[in-house]
């Protein structure tokens, strides 16, 4: 595999056995990157106009394979780019076939070896008279063999888990099976945006301020892991997978066991191939004293890690330079770490050999290092972080102590510092402690002060309607989200809490009061004393500063003209002001506020290339990106930064909804309906302005997903509100990106009926902004006009952001998406409430850094809302 910098736009071919999936595969990836298919199978038979079981029957393997190689050297060399590829499984018996998808491999584009569990494909094959019986051979023989073929012509190598497929009638596709390959889509979506640089799925800030871990998975089969996966991960940044503890070493069961891991967990994995002396249980592997058939395999397994996009992989110092330069050479988009293990004792760490080993390591120019060593003494520890600070920053350092003795040194640790766990079958090393235990011990020592986190709301309004309300302010949902995020803190062993913050004013729209919320956050920061400057920063002294951490706000706060002084905002990130609302503040660094309050919309790919962001959600480009969570240091200067989660939340509903059948193109087209500044008749749905807010996140949540026609609905013909949803968006991209907003819904059922060439297409997507301030009989569908016609026949998704849609379906956005299902069309219908679930885990990922524990604050977060419409109904019902 070259190390050569290939064109993103490089074509990608797909080899494997047959019955693996590669055309599946293949049209999948053709559909987002909108790329042509060329399936060589069906090239063969469109040519020979013969099926190709009926063909070698006919004439033979051997004038079969010669027609094939010809394909395939017709369609490779000449399509160089843009192209989607799917070989036959035989395609590399021939040398001369193999030769050319070398140099295909090396020059011009990626070669993926595609990989199935032998079981179920040899069943497929055996019982599909579409597949001619191998020769002189058997089908297990046959695989076995041409494993070793398909490797040596691979830039990389996908496993396409077996899942469940539901039963239908013959000849029909049901939505539950084509929902059924959202799991295959997922991951091979994980590998192309790592090969091509879209998500390289690092852990962002490494050598900065940010802790960060890492947990050794000592398994020997990670199957026995998976279970556990939710508890293991709590606070971790990156797996390392053991390969050296696992069962076997053989490169398939490698692939399975990185294809399982990866199956159930989006965490970045360290591949860690640890030899004896290393404290490990491979085989040591020296220049000295090894074989070239010892060293040449040891290479092959590292090697092999490249193959499977692994993120991070360690290489041994000391093992032979010409594994370690192949290494570097070909890692492309993985990163290196070179590391060294001493388990003697005798490294100490004020001794210049240390530096010696140091600088040499560094002279391999690896993007992470790792020195290991024992403490004798607690001093050790202390000459430890001595050595550490008087290094360079890059690359970043991993330094720690094994032993009872070097267990601080874990914790002092701030880079990717390796962590166990009471469920985990050993602990990779002695000395090792728990992230729980990790977090106590920053505390205890104050190196992780307390913070308070606040829940922004408007005193409770007057309800004047004759129907029981419940006002969805901080009266009714502040609750659960308040049970919910401290549920996150406290699992995460954090020792920070989230409170009701009611404010004293409120306008009587039940807007809140900027100045008054500005006024009570400063006072929360800063004491409210003279250290507070017009523009929100200030330089600590108050009795407030080290504990005060941020707020979020239940409705957006729109980032009109003097919003910014208000609200005492010395930072806020480009979404925010692209959308123009922000929902969470926290405490940062101080760094300077753009002039503006607007920003440019990034251009984005449409299809497959919807994340840009790492493992855990932190945008790569955003300028905020590197704040929130616990630090290693203590900064005095310090500002408010507002930012916008609503959009992440929005964008996370729709990847996790659309199906196969619906990767989106620029011919995509979705629906955001919006209230407008009057709200709707006969409802209380009043906040209009909460509704644009809501409507622009849409779009732009849409927008970055690759979605490039967007209709706007707008009820009681707000015009106005329309151009204020749409403002800054049409013609984005060189004009690609259409938003077109319409006073009838009736407007997008005629024009879809149109003839015209570039007419647009009913909606997949459809995401109802329209709130509503009261648990009523109204809903957010109701009066809409919203017919089944509207709802695309290819399937879609339907969202409605208003949490006043209960979960027996009052709203007629969902009823209606339900009853599109029922007809056999696959539409997903998302409520509210998993749209704040979303945000939930979102404001816990900015403010401590972390990952949110899902499962519990969904637990939490459920709990705590049912009661919400327990209590409901008990006020209707008295």
């Known amino acids: 595999m070259s190390q050569n910098v290939l064109d993103r736009n490089g074509s990608i071919v797909l080899i494997g056995m047959r019955g693996v999936g590669k055309t599946t595969l293949g049209t999948i990836a053709s559909k987002a990157l909108n790329w042509p298919f060329y399936d060589s199978d069906l090239i063969f038979e469109e040519r020979q106009k013969v099926s190709v079981a009926h063909f070698i029957h006919t004439h033979g393997w051997d004038l079969f394979r010669r027609i094939e190689s010809d394909i395939l050297?017709?369609?490779?060399?000449?399509?160089?780019?843009?192209?989607?590829i799917a070989c036959g499984g035989g395609i590399i018996e021939l040398e001369r076939n193999r030769t050319l998808l070398k140099k295909f491999r090396d020059e011009y584009g990626y070669v993926i070896h595609v990989l199935r569990e032998k079981e179920p494909v040899l069943a497929y094959l055996q019982s599909s008279p579409a597949y001619p019986p191998f020769l002189h051979e058997t089908a297990i023989e046959a695989w076995d063999r041409r494993a070793t073929f398909f490797r040596e012509c691979c830039s990389y190598e996908f496993v396409s888990l077996t899942v469940p497929i539901p039963q239908g009638r013959e000849g029909i596709i049901t939505p539950d099976q084509t929902l059924a390959l959202k799991p295959v889509e997922t991951d091979f979506f994980r590998l192309l945006r790592f090969i091509h640089g879209v998500d390289t799925n690092k852990v962002l800030g490494l050598g900065g301020p940010r802790r960060s871990y890492?947990?050794?998975?000592?398994?020997?089969?990670?199957?026995?892991?998976?279970?556990?996966?939710?508890?293991?991960?709590?606070?971790?940044?990156?797996?390392?997978?053991?390969?050296?503890?696992?069962?076997?070493?053989?490169?398939?069961?490698?692939s399975f066991q990185v294809a399982t891991l990866r199956h159930h967990s989006t965490l970045p994995i360290l591949f860690t191939l640890r030899t004896r002396g290393h404290g490990g249980r491979y085989p040591d592997v020296t220049p000295e004293l090894s074989d070239s058939a010892s060293i040449e395999r040891h290479a092959q397994l590292l090697q092999h890690a490249l193959h499977l996009g692994i993120e991070y992989v360690d290489i041994q110092f000391g093992a032979p330079e010409s594994t370690m330069r192949s290494l570097l050479q070909h890692k492309r988009n993985s990163s290196i770490l070179t590391s060294y293990t001493d388990w003697s004792g005798k490294l100490n760490w004020n001794h210049p050999q240390t530096r010696v080993l140091y600088e040499s390591m560094r002279g391999w120019n690896p993007d992470l290092m790792?020195?290991?060593?024992?403490?004798?003494?607690?001093?050790?520890?202390?000459?430890?972080?001595?050595?550490?600070?008087?290094?360079?920053?890059?690359?970043?350092?991993?330094?720690?102590?094994?032993?009872?003795?070097?267990?601080?040194?874990?914790?002092?640790?701030?880079?990717?510092?390796?962590?166990?766990?009471?469920?985990?079958p050993r602990p990779a090393a002695p000395g090792q402690v728990s992230f729980y235990e990790?977090?106590?011990?920053?505390?205890?020592?104050?190196?992780?002060?307390?913070?308070?986190?606040?829940?922004?709301?408007?005193?409770?309004?007057r309800n004047t309607s004759s129907i029981p309300t419940i006002t969805i302010t901080t009266t009714t949902m502040s609750a659960p989200t308040i049970h919910a995020i401290n549920t996150a803190f406290q699992t995460l062993g954090l020792p920070y809490t989230y409170q009701k913050f009611e404010l004293e004013k409120a306008h009587e729209n039940g807007q809140l009061d900027l100045e008054d919320v500005g006024r009570r956050l400063r006072e929360q920061m800063y004491g409210g004393g003279p250290h507070v400057g017009e523009d929100g920063v200030g330089t600590g002294g108050g009795s407030n500063t080290h504990t005060f951490g941020g707020a979020s706000s239940s409705v957006p706060l729109p980032l009109q003209e003097g919003i910014t002084k208000h609200l005492g905002l010395g930072h806020v990130t480009?979404?925010?002001?692209?959308?123009?609302?922000?929902?969470?503040?926290?405490?940062?660094?101080?760094?300077?506020?753009?002039?503006?309050?607007?920003?440019?919309?990034?251009?984005?790919?449409?299809?497959?290339?919807?994340?840009?962001?790492?493992?855990?959600?932190?945008?790569?480009?955003?300028?905020?990106?590197?704040?929130?969570?616990?630090?290693?240091?203590?900064?005095?200067?310090?500002?408010?930064?507002?930012?916008?989660?609503?959009?992440?939340?929005?964008?996370?509903?729709?990847?996790?909804?659309?199906?196969?059948?619906?990767?989106?193109?620029?011919?995509?087209?979705?629906?955001?309906?919006?209230?407008?500044?009057?709200?709707?008749?006969?409802t209380m749905a009043t906040s209009g302005s909460g509704s644009i807010a809501s409507a622009r996140g849409a779009v732009y949540a849409l927008y970055l997903i690759g979605v490039v026609r967007i209709w706007i609905w707008v009820c009681n013909n707000d015009v106005k509100s329309g151009e204020d949803v749409s403002?800054?968006?049409?013609?984005?991209?060189?004009?690609?990106?259409?938003?077109?907003?319409?006073?009838?819904?009736?407007?997008?059922?005629?024009?879809?009926?149109?003839?015209?060439?570039?007419?647009?297409?009913?909606?997949?997507?459809?995401?109802?902004?329209?709130?509503?301030?009261?648990?009523?009989?109204?809903?957010?569908?109701?009066?809409?006009?919203?017919?089944?016609?509207?709802?695309?026949?290819?399937?879609?998704?339907?969202?409605?952001?208003?949490?006043?849609?209960?979960?027996?379906?009052?709203?007629?956005?969902?009823?209606?998406?339900?009853?599109?299902?029922?007809?056999?069309?696959?539409?997903?219908?998302?409520?509210?409430?998993?749209?704040?679930?979303?945000?939930?885990?979102?404001?816990?990922?900015?403010?401590?850094?972390?990952?949110?524990?899902?499962?519990k604050v969904r637990k939490r977060m459920m709990t705590e809302y049912e009661e919400v419409w327990r209590s409901w109904r008990s006020l209707r019902e008295g």
């Open 73 to 84: 050297y017709d369609i490779l060399p000449s399509n160089p780019k843009g192209k989607v």
């Open 214 to 254: 890492i947990l050794s998975l000592t398994f020997d089969d990670i199957r026995k892991a998976i279970p556990l996966l939710e508890d293991l991960s709590l606070g971790i940044d990156v797996w390392e997978l053991r390969v050296d503890l696992l069962a076997e070493w053989d490169l398939t069961f490698i």
């Open 370 to 424: 790792m020195i290991v060593g024992v403490a004798k003494t607690f001093e050790d520890n202390m000459a430890l972080r001595q050595f550490v600070g008087d290094r360079r920053i890059h690359p970043p350092l991993i330094a720690v102590n094994m032993g009872p003795e070097g267990k601080i040194s874990r914790v002092l640790n701030p880079t990717l510092s390796p962590l166990s766990h009471p469920l985990l």
């Open 438 to 461: 990790a977090q106590t011990i920053l505390y205890l020592t104050g190196l992780l002060p307390p913070k308070t986190f606040y829940l922004l709301g408007t005193p409770k309004l």
């Open 574 to 682: 480009r979404h925010a002001r692209i959308i123009g609302a922000v929902d969470i503040i926290t405490v940062v660094p101080y760094t300077p506020l753009p002039s503006a309050t607007s920003a440019t919309i990034p251009t984005v790919v449409a299809g497959y290339c919807t994340s840009n962001s790492n493992g855990h959600g932190h945008p790569q480009t955003d300028p905020a990106s590197s704040f929130g969570g616990p630090t290693n240091t203590t900064t005095t200067v310090t500002t408010l930064s507002g930012d916008n989660t609503a959009w992440r939340a929005i964008k996370s509903c729709l990847l996790r909804s659309l199906t196969p059948s619906n990767i989106i193109t620029k011919e995509t087209t979705a629906l955001v309906l919006v209230s407008g500044r009057g709200g709707i008749k006969g």
């Open 727 to 855: 403002r800054g968006f049409e013609g984005v991209d060189g004009g690609l990106l259409k938003v077109r907003v319409v006073q009838d819904l009736g407007e997008i059922l005629r024009e879809t009926k149109q003839g015209e060439r570039d007419r647009w297409a009913l909606p997949t997507m459809i995401i109802s902004a329209i709130p509503s301030s009261s648990f009523s009989d109204h809903s957010s569908g109701n009066g809409l006009g919203l017919q089944l016609e509207h709802f695309s026949d290819a399937g879609g998704v339907a969202i409605d952001l208003d949490l006043a849609s209960p979960s027996s379906g009052h709203s007629d956005l969902l009823k209606l998406a339900k009853e599109k299902r029922d007809r056999g069309v696959l539409w997903a219908g998302v409520e509210g409430i998993e749209v704040l679930l979303e945000q939930v885990y979102e404001q816990c990922r900015i403010w401590t850094g972390r990952r949110a524990p899902k499962n």
